[in-house]
């Protein structure tokens, strides 16, 4: 597989082939978000500043548009080039309230205080929420999860990292929004897992 | 049995995009396949597009199949259980030429399935997708015409008059008459139309190993079931749920326990009942079954099948 140099300004580093780019980043996406816990190969077609890492952006360059406001957390708000970098690519506004977003991209899960600012959706449109991009650096190496739900048979196992604060708390509080609450994708070095408000996690012992 | 297309897509004719739908209706689509997948159950309104085929050729599946396909899947497409009727032709024929995808009529060698009524008799497995051509999405619509209400009902689980419904049938019939279309509830959330699949499909929905989405061009709605999600059959502890049995086995291949179809044969009345699943069907009769019509001789090609009407 070709390696796409780091871009040296906003305008470089999209897709050389945005139709047959998306198309795989999105399949990927969608097995992943249809089986909790499983872990996806992305393929590199995406060269961002930094912060901003290869497959977070090829996810949000995959999903994001001009009817898709996107949050992004100050990690990656320090300068203006991973702003700009999205905005180019996607023509997605950028927006500075959690509540209003369609897609949040994250670089620093750790300093992640709340996941409840998010838009939750309606009990009548539980859609209308935010999907949630959390940048790891492992799906495998962190403190172990496990995983059932819908996609799941039996049980999953994912141990993602770094994630945000009281974690397994918030995502209890998710869970009981239900059918409301944020979608949690997790990308992760050239891979990606997803977890849906539909999963919930237990404890291992139990 | 996989059909490669001759010519790859777009070369002779820049005028359309790989699989037909532009990049921002596939993003849309996209988007509400997501959130159907994270809500079992739930139908996401989207923005259906105009396709180039009538309402009711399946215009929501084939927008579904557009934005999930690429260009190494491999499609199968049926109408009833067969892959031979026009409308399954014409959309094989469409991606062939569009997406420059491979097709097939075998089950297990597809990557994407879509289907206008039957799920498959051969059991799915994982990976595969099953896209379903849904008319009408909304199972308490006949109940309730008004959009505003069916989602209020949705949103505060209020399925009573739903199961008062099912239980006049068993009231009027003795059963509950429903064969088609039977609702479901998933994951023990949202009621669920099936849409127009005989309720002896219902149970394949269950814990299957394939995904499913479903795709309602004209009422504009997505949405999905993961696998391995509980699909429930509505129905009452006096009145269990029960798929349909028919008293003979297939004339042509000797299943039993899988859909059939009836078969006129001349003008005097003469019938016989035949698998709804041709690829089920004609697999069977590869591997030696024979049914009371193909008697025990040895069997020269395949029986044409050019009568076949559907059985509803
Ligand atoms: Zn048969």
């Known amino acids: 597989m070709p390696h796409t140099p780091p871009s040296t300004t906003i305008y470089e580093g999209g897709f050389a082939d945005p139709v047959g780019a998306s198309q795989t980043v999105f399949r990927a996406l969608m097995d992943a978000m ?155 070095p050239a891979c990606v897992a997803a977890m849906p408000r539909s999963t919930r996690l237990i404890r291992p012992e139990a | 049995m996989i059909a490669h297309a001759a010519d790859a897509p777009a070369q002779n004719l820049a005028s359309y995009n790989f699989a037909y739908l532009d990049e921002q209706t596939k993003r849309m689509i996209r988007r509400a396949i997501l959130k159907g997948i994270a809500i079992p159950g739930y139908q996401v309104p989207f923005a259906s597009r105009e396709m180039p085929m009538p309402y009711g050729w399946g215009t929501g599946g084939v927008q579904v199949t557009a934005a999930i396909i690429g260009r190494d899947d491999v499609l199968k497409v049926i109408d009833q259980g067969a892959d031979d009727t026009t409308n399954a032709v014409s959309i094989r024929a469409f991606f062939a030429k569009t997406a420059g995808v491979a097709t097939t009529t075998t089950t297990p060698d597809a990557t994407i399935i879509q289907t206008r009524h039957r799920i498959p008799e051969t059991p799915l497995h994982a990976g595969q997708v099953l896209v379903y051509q849904v008319p009408i999405p909304e199972p308490l619509r006949f109940l309730e015409p008004r959009e505003t209400e069916t989602r209020k009902m949705h949103a505060l689980e209020e399925y009573g008059l739903m199961h008062v419904k099912l239980y006049e049938d068993i009231a009027r019939n003795g059963r509950i008459a429903t064969t088609y279309a039977y609702p479901v509830k998933v994951e023990g959330r949202y009621v669920m139309d099936p849409s127009p699949t005989p309720k002896f499909d219902n149970p394949k929905m269950h814990m299957s190993e394939a995904l499913q989405l479903f795709g309602a061009g004209r009422e504009k709605r997505i949405y999905a079931i993961p696998p391995h999600t509980e699909v429930v059959s509505l129905d009452f502890e006096d009145h269990p749920f029960e798929i349909q049995h028919f008293d003979e086995p297939c004339a042509l291949c000797g ?51 050019t009568d076949k009407e559907p059985a509803l």
Request: aromatic share 6%; proline share 8%.
């Open chain 1, 34 to 188: 249809a089986q909790p816990g499983t872990i996806h190969a992305l393929p590199h077609v995406t060269a961002p500043p930094a912060p901003l890492t290869a497959s977070a952006s090829a996810l949000i360059a995959t999903l994001a548009d001009a009817d898709t406001p996107v949050w992004l957390d100050p990690a990656l708000t320090k300068t203006s080039a991973v702003r700009d970098w999205i905005v180019f690519h996607t023509g997605a506004p950028i927006t500075l309230h959690q509540s209003e977003a369609a897609f949040a991209v994250v670089a620093a899960p750790e300093k992640l205080s709340a996941l409840n600012g998010f838009a939750l959706g309606s009990q009548e449109f539980p859609d209308r929420s935010t999907s949630v991009i959390l940048q790891v650096a492992t799906l495998t190496d962190g403190a172990a999860l496990t995983l059932e739900g819908p996609g799941i048979k039996g049980r999953a196992s994912l141990a993602p990292d770094p994630l945000p604060q009281h974690f397994t708390e918030q995502w209890k509080a998710n869970r009981q929004a239900f059918p409301r609450g944020i979608d949690v994708i997790l990308a992760g």
């Open chain 2, 255 to 305: 299943a039993e326990q899988v859909y059939l179809d009836e078969v006129v044969l001349d003008d005097k009345g003469g019938r016989m009942f035949v698998c709804s699943d041709t690829h089920h069907c004609e697999s069977r009769r590869a591997e030696g079954h024979r049914g009371a019509l193909l008697g025990d001789e040895p069997a020269f090609g395949d029986q044409p099948l």
